[in-house]
């Protein structure tokens, strides 16, 4: 297993199951309880707000600076190279 965590947006179903699959530990913004590396999020996907009905995220002080990879400006198909990149 790789030791980056990495937030996923509810709805990115897919995406999820691809880093899991490469060996990537992943949660959710809202359930990560340690540091997150990488968020990855799609400015399209309205599936989060139904999840969301306050309309803003708690992010604890330790995800302030985080790297954020929007999957609708790389594709599904460059998310590990970009998460790579961080290594």
């Known amino acids: 297993m790789k030791s980056k965590l990495i937030a996923v947006q509810e709805g990115l179903h897919e995406t999820a199951e691809l880093l899991k699959k490469q060996?990537?530990?992943?949660t959710t913004i809202d359930q990560a309880n340690e540091p997150i590396d990488?968020?990855?999020?799609?400015?399209?996907n309205k599936e989060y707000l139904a999840h969301n009905m306050r309309g803003n995220i708690s992010i604890p002080s330790y995800n302030q600076f985080v790297k954020m990879i929007?999957?609708?400006?790389v594709g599904i198909n460059n998310i590990i190279n970009n998460v790579?990149?961080?290594?």
């Open 84 to 87: 790579e990149e961080l290594e």
């Open 38 to 44: 990488v968020i990855i999020y799609s400015s399209k």
């Open 23 to 26: 060996g990537y530990r992943v």
């Open 70 to 73: 929007n999957v609708d400006e």
